[in-house]
Structure formats: structure tokens, C-alpha cells
């Protein structure tokens, strides 16, 4: 028998997290032998210790393979390595990698993300990507500017695209329009303030086909008790949608946001995260296996989050 992989996840809380059935199910599937742990490190005094602890053990070749999310995707920064050049421009590691000792923070919800985009966009969103004559080039709007919305921002601009970010903090969209403009220096990224988005992308010379929500409105509470926000949308109160517009929400629990439900409402086509979720996973099980993960696998095991997938339901 090959070697047995010790796999996991850092973040808090981490209660009812997909990450272990995604990643069991492909290694199962690839008749490979390991286990896909759950760290909690609460954020506070000791998370820093916490971390190293965890960080020593990769070190040490205890742990093979490890996944970072919330709160952790750029605490765990300084503890590592080196970083990606992709990592390194988001600001954000979701993936660490160990290589004889050393260890390098990756991020794979950027491609994961793309990826799925052009899953469920189909042929015309795929023909839109990558298109990088003016006149062509896909107009997206992101609400949010943390942690995913940087990966989904540096995503969109790698594959061409002109790209409107909105925060409900417009300091929190200006920062992430600031860092972004090394690594992609002559690339159309305006900062907006949420509360001020319709008004500016009706002023625009080219309406956006694509809005993908990267906040986390409309998750289900990360805790027993707080599902308080799960009836919450990012998008204003009362306003319309840009017509025509494809809707991708980054949450997937639940399957159903309360945005995607209003898109539908809309006429809209719209797709929530589990794509992305599952092809994020994906990359990181091939980057720590160098081996091909079956997406089939992973796909089924989380199949009852589902929900109604990219296609567009009757208004
Ligand atoms: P984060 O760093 O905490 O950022 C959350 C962002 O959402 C912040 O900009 C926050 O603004 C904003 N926000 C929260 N509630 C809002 C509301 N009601 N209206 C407007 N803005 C609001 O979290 P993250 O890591 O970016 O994750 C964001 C979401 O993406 C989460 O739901 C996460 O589960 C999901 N995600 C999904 C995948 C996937 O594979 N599908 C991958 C990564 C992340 P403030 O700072 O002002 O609070």
C-alpha cells in the first residue's frame, strides 16, 4: 500500500463543514488511503500558537495537505514559506502546500471560481472569457471586498474582464482596487460604494452581464445560533437588476439564497458556490496527490446542497 495521506482544514467554526466529505469521497474514489481532519483555531490570544503548532507538524511531514478558511486565510500568511505569486496577489491562502519541510500557501478559489463560472455560463459565458479586444470584454460586478471577493476580483481580471467592485464599506473596495493595480497595472477596476451601484452602472458605456456576490449575506449562521442573516441580500432593497444579468452566489448553504431566489424571480439565470466549492477542493486534493481528482465523486457527495443549479427557473 502507497502512503496513507493526513489531510485537513484550519478555521472557525468549523462546524458542519463540507470540506471533509468532498475530500473523503475523491480519495475513496482514487482508492487512495488517508483522513481529512477538522482544526478549529479560534481566532484570539492563542491562535497564533495555535497555528505554529499545526504549521510544526506539516513541517515535520505529520500533516501532508492543509485547507484555510475563515478567519485564517491571511493570519496563516506570516507562518509560511514562501506564497504563489497567485496567493501572494490576493492577499489570501486557502491552500498549503508541504514540500519537504517547506511550506507554501496557495490559493485555489480563485481558478476553483473560474472555473465553475464557465461551467455555468456555458458556451456563451466561455466565449466572453478571455475575449480581450475592449469591445468584447465581459463587464462584472462583485459585491464584497473580503477575502473571496479578492480571489473572485483577481480571477475576473486574469481572464480579461473589466470588473466593478461594491462593498458596503467603500474604504473596503478602494484597498482592494489599490492592491490590485500591480498586479494589473491598465486593467478597468472601479470601486463603488454598494449603496451607490445602480446609479453608477447605469452610467457606465457597457452594462455588466455578470454579478457574483462575494459577501457573505444570505449564509447560513457559521454557528447553531446565528442563522440570523439568512434571509439577507447584498443587492439594495428595492432596486432592479441590470437586465439579462447572470447571478453566481458564492454561499451554497443555503442552496437557495435569498438573492438567488430574487434573480430567479427576475427571469434571471443564476447559480450558487457549490461548483466552486467543490472545484476549489478538487485543485488542492491534485496540487498535495499530483494525481487527478474526480469531480463526479465530490460532486455527489454533496449533491443535496445542490439546489436548482444554473439553470433559469420560470418567473
Ligand atoms: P469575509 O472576508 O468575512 O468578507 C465578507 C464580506 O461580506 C465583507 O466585505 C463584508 O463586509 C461583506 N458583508 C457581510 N454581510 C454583508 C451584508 N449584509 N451586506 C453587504 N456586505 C456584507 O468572508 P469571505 O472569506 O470573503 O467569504 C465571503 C462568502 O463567500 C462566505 O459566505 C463564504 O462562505 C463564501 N465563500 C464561498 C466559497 C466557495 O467555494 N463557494 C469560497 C470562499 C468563500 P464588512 O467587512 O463590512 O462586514
Redesign the pocket.
Known amino acids: 500500500m502507497g502512503e496513507s495521506y493526513s489531510l485537513g482544514l484550519i478555521g472557525y467554526p468549523l462546524l458542519h463543514s463540507l470540506s471533509p466529505r468532498l475530500h473523503m469521497a475523491a480519495l475513496r474514489q482514487m482508492a487512495l488511503a488517508g483522513d481529512y481532519r477538522l482544526y478549529p483555531v479560534e481566532p484570539g490570544v492563542h491562535a497564533t500558537r495555535d497555528l505554529s503548532r499545526l504549521m510544526e507538524r506539516a513541517r515535520a511531514g505529520e500533516i501532508h495537505g492543509l485547507n484555510v478558511t ?1 478567519p485564517h ?1 491571511q493570519t496563516v500568511i506570516p507562518l509560511l514559506d514562501d506564497l504563489t505569486p497567485q496567493a501572494s496577489a490576493i492577499g489570501a491562502v ?1 491552500t498549503i502546500l508541504v514540500r519537504d519541510g517547506y511550506l507554501v500557501g496557495d490559493n485555489t ?1 480563485a481558478p ?2 473560474l472555473s465553475d463560472l464557465q461551467r455555468v455560463m456555458g458556451e456563451g459565458g466561455i466565449g466572453m472569457l478571455g475575449r480581450t479586444e475592449a469591445a468584447h470584454r465581459m463587464v462584472a460586478l462583485v ?7 479578492r ?1 473572485v476580483v483577481y480571477a475576473l481580471l486574469a481572464a480579461g474582464c473589466e470588473v466593478i467592485v461594491a ?3 467603500f474604504e ?1 473596495a478602494e484597498a482592494l482596487q489599490q492592491s490590485f493595480q500591480i498586479s494589473f497595472p491598465g486593467a478597468y477596476l472601479l470601486a463603488v460604494s ?1 449603496q451607490n451601484v445602480n446609479p453608477t452602472i447605469h452610467n457606465l458605456p457597457s452594462a455588466p452581464t455578470l454579478l457574483v456576490n ?4 444570505g ?1 447560513l449562521g457559521r454557528t447553531e445560533s446565528a442563522h440570523r ?1 439568512v434571509e ?1 441580500s ?1 443587492w439594495p432593497d428595492g432596486q432592479p437588476f441590470p437586465g439579462g444579468i447572470f447571478v453566481y452566489d ?3 448553504k443555503p442552496p437557495e439564497t435569498a438573492l438567488l431566489r430574487a434573480a430567479r424571480r427576475a427571469g434571471l439565470h443564476a447559480s450558487n ?2 461548483g ?2 467543490v472545484e ?1 477542493a478538487a485543485l488542492a486534493l491534485e496540487k498535495w496527490t499530483g494525481q487527478s481528482v474526480p469531480r463526479q465523486a465530490m460532486a455527489q457527495a454533496v449533491a443535496e446542497f445542490a439546489g436548482h443549479g444554473p439553470m433559469k427557473n420560470s418567473p
Open positions: 475563515i486565510k486557502n478559489d476553483g471560481f459585491l464584497g471586498a473580503g477575502g473571496a471577493a480571489a462593498a458596503r464599506r473596503q454598494l462575494a459577501t457573505s449575506a449564509m442573516d439577507t447584498p458564492l454561499v451554497y458556490g457549490l466552486m466549492l476549489q
